[in-house]
């Protein structure tokens, strides 16, 4: 099976930009989970989707992070605008019925 | 209190060598699940190992064992026979609730370990 789709792999941009990253989890996987990775520490959840609700989003900075996900499937993750500590690695993952989840390889951002 | 503690920041270890990384957990929930995962300067997230809080049996696959002591609340990784190429960051998560429930896993802060000639 394909596995979990994210794009673009690498985005530098300045701070007070915008930024949006993409996200196709693997299919007929209901939930979806963006994580935040800052260099040197472990991935901290940013958002949780249930399908195309939102199960956790309690560590969301909802003044300047969105995230969507249309029609249960793909999701975007927003950041408007970028501040130099959101440099991180944005990782995507998705998980069914099965125990395991499954990772993307991540959007590495930079924020100059 | 922190769910997941990993406090091996960085390992040192001979190739050929085992070693072991430290994990302990905390929570009040029956139903879990302890992972492990590698993480190489590439930047993915590689699963190796699991663990349901119901197994009797200790996990295993290939190198990779797990050293479950539910009463101390520790997941410990062995790697048995190190390689070069087992040098990477490596943290331990937990999943909270039962398998499928849609339950986010919470990660460690990781352990960096090198692999020596």
């Known amino acids: 099976e394909a596995g979990v789709a994210q794009s673009p792999r690498y985005k530098i941009i300045e701070k007070r930009q915008s930024v949006a990253f993409w996200c196709n989890p693997i299919s007929g996987h209901a939930t979806l989970y963006w994580y935040q990775q800052i260099l040197g520490q472990g991935p901290k959840l940013l958002i949780q989707f249930q399908n195309n609700g939102v199960v956790d989003d309690s560590q969301l900075p909802k003044d300047r992070f969105s995230a969507e996900r249309l029609k249960g499937v793909d999701s975007t993750l927003k950041i408007q605008p970028a501040k130099l500590e959101d440099s991180a690695v944005y990782l995507c993952a998705s998980s069914g019925k099965g125990y395991g989840y499954t990772f993307g390889s991540g959007t590495r951002l930079t924020v100059v | 209190a922190q769910k997941i503690t990993q406090t091996q920041p960085g390992m040192f270890v001979q190739e050929k060598e085992a070693v072991t990384l430290d994990c302990t957990y905390d929570?009040?929930?029956?139903?879990?699940?302890l992972f492990w995962y590698k993480q190489p300067s590439s930047g993915e997230m590689i699963f190796l190992i699991y663990q349901g809080s119901y197994d009797q049996q200790n996990a295993t696959e290939g190198r990779y064992s797990l050293n479950f002591q539910k009463a101390r609340k520790s997941a410990n990784l062995v790697i048995s026979a190190s390689q070069l190429g087992d040098s990477a960051m490596y943290f331990c998560a937990m999943r909270e609730g039962q398998t499928g429930g849609g339950n986010k896993l919470t990660f460690g802060t990781g352990t960096q370990l090198k692999v020596e000639l």
């Open positions: 929570t009040s929930d029956p139903s879990y699940g």
